[in-house]
């Protein structure tokens, strides 16, 4: 494996790689075919794809991290050679990142280049193989792509044993007491609005299958993309960009009521409070509006849909926007994330005295949770998502288990109560705490 740091490498050492896509015949199961304890996923109903093995990593840290990953990965396909006779979207050269919410997180991001990507879209199947200058390509040399995969592993739901994931001391009444605090702050005038986050923990044991999460995330969250880049887990409702061939798109979700799917009454009347709700639609314009600005100066015949609507997901109502747009300069998928990072949606407005509050306020980092996660090809296209509805696994420790730390939080601004804010968590936690438990 080759690794690199973009805050040290000079241009001279610049990767070469190659990259050969080849149709795939039969379209795959890909979770098939995914590490069971290091999964590289991305999926969601019938497009998706899986990495198998990495063959490069770049790391990022700091408040450049962004533009820092952009910039690297200009270079790196500038000097990669692809073979891409499928020109789909996710084929030929791709890397997939996870980068962190705050410029002074301990996480670090990254960009990670498999080796083998196996991709379906929607009827459509093809293989990518990555290899580096003098490396031999078995795809070039004319290799059946079916013979490049690994062996199919069955995905064993009865395995899995189950994590419990519980706040940690007293997150709780902390979290209670930031509402409260961070609510007196928007009341007194400092800020429109702040997003505070509280966090639940367990313990993964060794040898665990982390398919069978992902397997269920896949099954429940058909409207969401689910994830697995580097140990975090999830499945995100909220695209942050995707960018192809010129055409951009986002997706912006701020209002939450929980759903309650064992009452149809009662679920549609959680669903119409939240349309009807002033604090709600108050929450959700400061959203849009940060995510209008940030793009406008990047892209051209900027367009949102009419009226924020009501999401539906297995968990939760959300109130939604979709927006559109042209490309209006050259401009990455990185970028068009570094140009909105980090949103209203999860920091708050002002943005920098929300991000200031919330580094006060929340008694940890939040690490990867709330930053980026997706992918980047080599024309600078790709699909990046709000990380939300998500846990980080850990090192394993001296017994092979690792910590798994789930976060969810909510929209603050003046009315908010603290009791409902809570059960918000509750229920944006559910993806996680579902798919990881028993």
């Given amino acids: 494996m080759v690794k690199t740091d973009a805050t040290v490498s000079p241009a001279g050492d610049v990767p070469t790689l190659r990259a050969v896509t080849r149709p795939l015949g039969k379209l795959p199961n890909l979770l098939a075919f995914a590490d069971e304890h290091a999964p590289l996923f991305w999926n969601r109903g019938d497009r998706g794809c899986v990495g198998i093995g990495e063959l490069l990593r ?22 990669a050679a692809v073979d891409d006779p499928v020109a789909m979207p996710g084929s030929g050269l791709v890397a997939f990142g996870t980068f962190a919410f705050a410029d002074e997180s301990a996480a670090v991001s990254v960009l990670i280049v498999p080796r083998l990507l196996i991709h379906r879209h929607r009827g459509t199947a093809w293989v990518t193989e990555v290899t580096l200058a003098g490396e031999t390509s078995e795809l070039e040399r004319g290799a059946d792509p079916a013979e490049l995969l690994p062996t199919e592993r069955a995905v064993d739901a009865a ?9 940690a001391g007293s997150t709780v009444d902390a979290y209670l ?8 702050r928007v009341v007194a005038g400092e800020l429109e609005k702040v997003v505070l986050s509280r ?23 058909l409207d969401c993309w689910t994830f697995a880049v580097d140990g975090l887990i999830g499945a995100s409702p909220e695209t942050l960009v995707r960018s192809t061939s010129g055409a951009v798109s986002a997706r912006v979700l701020a209002g939450t009521r929980g759903r309650h799917q064992e009452d149809a009454a009662r679920d549609r009347a959680a669903r119409d409070e939240l349309l009807r709700s002033a604090k709600e639609q108050h929450e959700h314009d400061f959203a849009v509006q940060s995510v209008v600005t940030a793009l406008a100066p990047h892209v051209t015949e900027l367009r ?13 109502w959300h109130l939604a926007t ?39 306020l929340e008694p940890f980092d939040r690490g990867r949770y709330s930053g980026a996660v997706g992918w980047i090809d080599a024309a600078g296209d790709g699909e990046w998502v709000i990380a939300l509805r998500c846990a980080q696994l850990g090192e394993a ?11 969810a939080g909510g929209g603050i ?13 509750v229920s944006k936690f559910r993806p996680i705490t579902e798919a990881f438990g028993g």
């Fill in 159 to 167: 395995s899995w044993a189950g994590v419990e994931l519980r706040p």
């Fill in 322 to 360: 979709d927006l559109g747009a042209a490309l209006g300069a050259e401009s990455t998928a990185l970028e068009l994330v570094d140009a909105q990072h980090p949103t209203a949606a999860v920091a708050g407005t002002p943005t920098v005295d929300a991000v200031a509050v919330i580094a006060e």
């Fill in 304 to 316: 949102t849909s009419d009226a924020p609507f009501a999401l539906q997901l297995p968990n939760v």
């Fill in 177 to 184: 007491a930031g509402v409260a605090d961070a609510t007196a």
């Fill in 397 to 407: 420790g001296p017994d092979g288990a690792r910590a798994l730390v789930a976060t």
């Fill in 58 to 79: 770049l790391s990022f840290t700091g408040p450049d991290r962004f533009r820092a990953a952009s910039a690297r990965w200009r270079e790196i396909a500038a000097l």
């Fill in 413 to 425: 601004v003046e009315g908010s109560d603290p009791q409902h804010e809570l059960g918000e968590t």
């Fill in 199 to 221: 966090q639940i923990a367990g313990s993964v044991s060794r040898g665990s299958d982390l398919r069978v999460p992902l397997a269920r995330l896949s099954e429940r969250y």
